[in-house]
């Protein structure tokens, strides 16, 4: 091999290396910040297209009336109340990040969180044409049937 042919062949060695160098840092960069913190995407609360649970809202009261579940024992001993749960409708439409911001008991608290992590996958919000995440407040109520 001539000296020539091996210098290019070095040098294009290089260059591959440098150019895949510098496709590698380009992704961690996308996944990691410049202060070595993962990038959080940003979550919105309203968004030109809001994720749709199937069926629309009369879907969602629909599934919410024949899935909740009143704990036992907050039956027993006649706990009522308003659980506000806060959740994210990622990209895809799937429930995540399941939260009480505001709490009645343990029980009923639990039974709210199971509820909404229980949901079918929604139709996902968009903001300009492209899926983002949206984060909801769902207020449940949880009342006992008055004895007349």
């Known amino acids: 091999m001539k000296i020539s042919s091996m210098k290019n062949l070095i040098v294009l060695l ?16 996308a996944e990691v910040g410049n202060d070595g913190e993962p990038n959080k ?4 609360t309203i968004v030109e297209q809001m994720p749709e649970f199937p069926g629309g809202r009369e879907g969602m009261f629909n599934y919410l009336r ?4 009143y704990p036992e024992k907050s039956k ?3 706990v009522e109340g308003k659980v506000i749960v806060n959740f ?14 505001q709490s009645v ?7 709210a969180i199971k509820l909404v992590e229980d949901m079918p996958k929604w139709k996902p919000g968009t ?20 004895e007349k």
């Open 41 to 44: 995407e940003e979550v919105f």
């Open 66 to 69: 024949k899935n909740l579940i």
């Open 105 to 111: 008991s343990d029980d009923i608290d639990t039974a």
């Open 14 to 29: 290089i260059c591959t290396f440098f150019f895949c160098s510098i496709g590698v840092s380009q992704k961690y960069d």
């Open 76 to 78: 027993k001993e006649g």
């Open 88 to 101: 994210t409708i990622n990209k895809k439409g799937k429930v995540i990040d399941v939260k009480v911001v």
């Open 127 to 146: 903001q300009e044409g492209i899926p983002v995440l949206v984060s909801f407040n769902l207020p449940l109520k949880f009342a006992l049937p008055k």
